[in-house]
């Protein structure tokens, strides 16, 4: 419950609201707001790298790496993109390539 406690802090604090949480049907509760915070912090992620704040960058990384259990729980790297697909299509998008090799990591240490 730490992970979901930091999670919604974390996710709140992005989105400028308490964010609520929510039972899935198999009895998982998890926290709302994640896909749109992630969302923001890539962006904030692109802009930061953009200006070279590496502080910021290591900041966001966090923020970024926070709900990878939980999205893959809920199947997100299933459902839309794999990782490697968000990686391989990131372009310019640096936020969105950290991103996805932050999931490709989460993966391999849990094998």
């Known amino acids: ?18 964010m609520p949480e929510i039972a899935l049907p198999d009895g998982t509760v998890v926290q709302t707001g994640t896909v749109g915070a ?6 904030s992620y692109n802009k930061a790298y953009a200006e070279d ?12 790496k926070a709900p990878l259990p939980l999205l893959d729980r809920i199947g997100l790297f299933e459902v839309l993109f794999t990782a490697q697909e ?14 996805g090799e932050m999931f490709l990591d989460y993966k391999k240490a849990q094998k």
């Open 86 to 99: 968000i990686v391989e299509g990131a372009g310019d998008n640096e936020g969105r390539r950290v991103f």
């Open 53 to 64: 704040d590496e502080t910021t960058m290591e900041r966001l990384k966090e923020a970024m």
């Open 38 to 43: 992630l969302l923001i912090n890539i962006k």
């Open 1 to 18: 419950m730490a992970a979901n406690s930091n999670l919604a802090g974390l996710n709140s604090a992005t989105m400028g609201a308490k």
